[in-house]
Every structure is written in structure tokens, then in C-alpha cells.
């Protein structure tokens, strides 16, 4: 694995964190300024200044995008972040802003399960939707002629990795922008602006804010023009999270290093101790050195999630498996600090086997968890 710590230079992850965002330090005020709840501010004369109105601008909001900023793009001023009310909000912001009829776009066809929504949204305004398997950088047979191109890696949830420097480099090579869910590997993991993208984009739901209390989603660009046309649609559709969302996942940001370092070494073991169990099968963990993906995921992550993926031997004994954890709750999502899992074809929108599991690990002692996983496999075994 690459330099877990220190990345680029400048202070750790965990500093960097802590400190993510904060103002400068005013006597007797807290450190993190509450959440300012207006819709509206004074605003006397002509209408300058950087705080107008609820649904454009908050103080708030503010802080959390710097500190995002500051997490996917460390040292650099030429970056924006926008946050938005969820993370299928910012998806849209940037298919939606980006892309007008008659263009064609790129999305991968093993991606989060909403994408297909988004799909059908896209062809009803006269766009082209053109999809491929993220592993094997299979976008690439499919690119030519596109404005967009859509990386999902690793993929949710079947933790496929692709090289995004190739296949950044080969659609501006066209003249297509690129964006990258970094929604699983977090800025912590990967850096999708440092590898070529134009936006990083990701559902702060999920292990960012790491409670399952918030719902929230952001994007990271580094084009004035493409970002002015994402805070338009946010604007234009009114997708802004409310200020105590945007306080919560500002607040959890400051312990993000300390639960990714613990979820991603629990989850590494977790996946090996899975791969000595003869049910398990189609087990998927970027950072296990046999994973198909981890030769590329080694080059470009720093870090390789809290997911884990397996396959049981029937859609029953995954139940039966889900149903007989103790310390795991069965719960879609994933990121947060009690460990969930769900049989994810029971939504009936990703091409899995009914007996395939997605296993998000939380901040639980290692062998308390691990202990529970084996346990259950064992007292459902037929």
C-alpha cells in the first residue's frame, strides 16, 4: 500500500482531518461554530457579499466544503466543493449540469444501484448512455465520442477497481471530462483529483460522516466553469443539505482517519479469515494481495475501504447467515461504525447471485467481530 499518512506532504490524515475546515480561533468562541439556520440574511443596498440567501449560500456549508477540500485536493487552492442534500444529488448535479441532448456519456454497468434511474433520466432528454463492467478498464471500449465519463472504484458493490489515470488521461485525450464516485474508498483511500479527474464525487452518507444519522453528498472539481454549472443545478433544483446535517458531518469529519484506519485493518482480516471457509465464495477485498483488483488498487489507493463482498451458497443460508449476527445489523449502506450487512439481491437492482453478501465493517473490536461472522457461519451451516 502507498503512504497511508502523509500522501503529497504537508501534516498526516489525522491532523489534516482534525483540523479539516475550522476557522481561525476567536477568543471565547467554539472552536466549530454551530449550525447557522437562516433563509435569509441581512442585506441592505446591493446584494454583495458571500451570504445572500438559504438556498445559495450558509455559513455552514461554508466550513464543511473547505474541510472537504481540504481531504480530496490537500494543498491546493484551485479546488471548490459543493455540498448538496444526499448522494445521489450530487450524481445528478454533475450528469445533469454537464451533459445537454445529443451528447453521449459513459457510466459503468456494475455501478451503485440508483444508477440505472439516472440512466433512464439521461436517455429521456436525448442523451446517450453508453455502459461497461468496471473492471479491466472496460469504459474504454465505449469512450470514443463521449463528453462524460463516469468511474465508479472500487464499485458497490461488487469491489471492482479500475486504473482511473489511463482512463482519465484517454477520455481528456478526446476532450471528455471524467468524475469519480469516491463514495467507498473516501478521500482517505484514493485522491481522484491527484490521479486525473475532473470531479471527485461521493455520498458523504456513508463512511465520511460514519454514523448513519446523516444524510449528505458532495462533489470536488477543479474547472471554474464545469463547478459554476454544478452550483447552478444545485441551485436550480434546491438540493442543499440543512445546516445541522452539514454541522453533524463536519463534527464526524474530525475522527474520519481514526475509524477508516480501524474499519479498513478489521476488514482486511476479516477477509481472511472468510477466505479459509469452504461456503464463502467469489470473496472480494481490494487489499487482499489474491484480489483480481489489488495490483491496481495498490498503485492508486492509499487505503482499501471497510467493504467486504462474498458469496454464500443460496439466497437461505444468507439469510439464515444475516439473521443469526450479534453484533452486526442487517442494513443497507455501509461506512458507518456498527458493522452492517445485507443480502443486496433483495433489492433486485444489481446483478449478483441471491446469496451474495455485502459486509460493511464497523469500528468494533476486530476479534469481537470476526469472532461473531465465523460463528454465525458455523451455526448455519447445513
Same mark, same amino acid.
Given at each position: 500500500?502507498?503512504?497511508?499518512?502523509?500522501?503529497?506532504?504537508?501534516?498526516?490524515?489525522?491532523?489534516?482531518?482534525?483540523?479539516?475546515?475550522?476557522?481561525?480561533?476567536?477568543?471565547?468562541?467554539?472552536?466549530?461554530?454551530?449550525?447557522?439556520?437562516?433563509?435569509?440574511?441581512?442585506?441592505?443596498?446591493?446584494?454583495?457579499?458571500?451570504?445572500? *440567501?438559504?438556498?445559495?449560500?450558509?455559513? !455552514?456549508?461554508?466550513?464543511?466544503? #473547505?474541510?472537504?477540500? =481540504?481531504?480530496?485536493?490537500?494543498?491546493?487552492?484551485?479546488?471548490?466543493?459543493?455540498?448538496?442534500?444526499?448522494?445521489?444529488?450530487?450524481?445528478?448535479?454533475?450528469?445533469?449540469?454537464?451533459?445537454?441532448?445529443?451528447?453521449?456519456?459513459?457510466?459503468?454497468?456494475?455501478? *451503485?444501484?440508483?444508477?440505472?434511474?439516472?440512466?433512464?433520466?439521461?436517455?429521456?432528454?436525448?442523451?446517450?448512455?453508453?455502459?461497461?463492467?468496471?473492471?479491466?478498464?472496460?469504459?474504454?471500449?465505449?469512450?470514443?465520442?463521449?463528453?462524460?465519463?463516469?468511474?465508479? !472504484?472500487?464499485?458497490?458493490?461488487?469491489?471492482?477497481?479500475?486504473?482511473?489515470?489511463?482512463?482519465?488521461?484517454?477520455?481528456?485525450?478526446?476532450?471528455?471530462?471524467?468524475?469519480?464516485?469516491?463514495?467507498?474508498?473516501?478521500?482517505?483511500?484514493?485522491?481522484?483529483?491527484?490521479?486525473?479527474?475532473?470531479?471527485?464525487?461521493?455520498?458523504?452518507?456513508?463512511?465520511?460522516?460514519?454514523?448513519?444519522?446523516?444524510?449528505?453528498?458532495?462533489?470536488?472539481?477543479?474547472?471554474?466553469?464545469?463547478?459554476?454549472?454544478?452550483?447552478?443545478?444545485?441551485?436550480?433544483?434546491?438540493?442543499?443539505?440543512?445546516?445541522?446535517?452539514?454541522?453533524?458531518?463536519?463534527?464526524?469529519?474530525?475522527?474520519?482517519?481514526?475509524?477508516?484506519?480501524?474499519?479498513?485493518?478489521?476488514?482486511?482480516?476479516?477477509?481472511?479469515?472468510?477466505?479459509?471457509?469452504?461456503?464463502?465464495?467469489?470473496?472480494?477485498?481490494?487489499?487482499?494481495?489474491?484480489?483480481?483488483?489489488?495490483?491496481?488498487?495498490?498503485?492508486?489507493?492509499?487505503? *482499501?475501504?471497510?467493504?467486504?463482498?462474498? !458469496?454464500?451458497?443460496?439466497?437461505? #443460508?444468507?439469510?439464515?447467515?444475516?439473521?443469526?449476527?450479534?453484533?452486526?445489523?442487517?442494513?443497507?449502506?455501509?461506512?458507518?461504525?456498527?458493522?452492517?450487512?445485507?443480502?443486496?439481491?433483495?433489492?433486485?437492482?444489481?446483478?449478483?447471485?441471491?446469496?451474495?453478501?455485502?459486509?460493511?465493517?464497523?469500528? =468494533?473490536?476486530?476479534?469481537?467481530?470476526?469472532?461473531?461472522?465465523?460463528?454465525?457461519?458455523?451455526? !448455519?451451516?447445513?
Amino acid at each position: 500500500m502507498n503512504d497511508a499518512t502523509r500522501g503529497t506532504g504537508g501534516p498526516g490524515d489525522g491532523t489534516r482531518a482534525v483540523r479539516a475546515g475550522l476557522p481561525e480561533p476567536v477568543k471565547h468562541e467554539p472552536t466549530l461554530p454551530g449550525p447557522v439556520f437562516a433563509a435569509h440574511f441581512h442585506l441592505p443596498g446591493d446584494p454583495t457579499g458571500p451570504y445572500t *440567501y438559504g438556498r445559495d449560500e450558509n455559513p !455552514t456549508w461554508t466550513l464543511l466544503e #473547505r474541510a472537504i477540500g =481540504e481531504l480530496e485536493a490537500p494543498g491546493r487552492d484551485d479546488v471548490e466543493a459543493l455540498v448538496f442534500a444526499s448522494g445521489m444529488a450530487a450524481i445528478s448535479a454533475v450528469l445533469f449540469s454537464q451533459l445537454r441532448a445529443g451528447d453521449a456519456v459513459v457510466l459503468p454497468d456494475d455501478g *451503485y444501484q440508483a444508477l440505472p434511474l439516472a440512466r433512464a433520466q439521461l436517455e429521456a432528454y436525448g442523451i446517450e448512455v453508453r455502459t461497461a463492467p468496471t473492471g479491466g478498464d472496460a469504459q474504454l471500449e465505449v469512450l470514443d465520442g463521449a463528453k462524460l465519463l463516469w468511474i465508479e !472504484t472500487p464499485s458497490n458493490p461488487g469491489l471492482d477497481v479500475c486504473d482511473v489515470r489511463r482512463l482519465a488521461d484517454a477520455a481528456h485525450a478526446q476532450g471528455a471530462l471524467v468524475a469519480v464516485d469516491n463514495t467507498l474508498a473516501t478521500p482517505l483511500g484514493q485522491r481522484p483529483l491527484e490521479l486525473g479527474a475532473d470531479f471527485a464525487v461521493a455520498s458523504g452518507t456513508k463512511q465520511l460522516t460514519g454514523h448513519g444519522d446523516v444524510l449528505l453528498g458532495y462533489v470536488t472539481g477543479h474547472d471554474a466553469g464545469a463547478m459554476a454549472a454544478v452550483r447552478r443545478w444545485r441551485k436550480i433544483v434546491g438540493a442543499i443539505p440543512g445546516p445541522m446535517e452539514a454541522w453533524l458531518a463536519h463534527r464526524s469529519i474530525a475522527t474520519l482517519q481514526l475509524r477508516v484506519e480501524r474499519q479498513n485493518t478489521t476488514a482486511l482480516r476479516l477477509a481472511e479469515a472468510l477466505r479459509e471457509r469452504p461456503e464463502v465464495t467469489g470473496l472480494r477485498y481490494p487489499g487482499l494481495p489474491d484480489d483480481p483488483s489489488h495490483k491496481i488498487a495498490s498503485q492508486q489507493m492509499r487505503r *482499501y475501504g471497510c467493504v467486504v463482498s462474498f !458469496t454464500l451458497p443460496s439466497r437461505e #443460508r444468507a439469510d439464515r447467515f444475516l439473521d443469526a449476527l450479534r453484533l452486526v445489523d442487517d442494513a443497507t449502506s455501509f461506512g458507518g461504525v456498527r458493522s452492517t450487512a445485507e443480502r443486496r439481491g433483495r433489492w433486485g437492482g444489481d446483478a449478483v447471485a441471491e446469496g451474495f453478501v455485502r459486509f460493511s465493517v464497523g469500528a =468494533e473490536d476486530s476479534e469481537d467481530l470476526i469472532a461473531d461472522v465465523l460463528r454465525a457461519l458455523d451455526v !448455519t451451516a447445513d
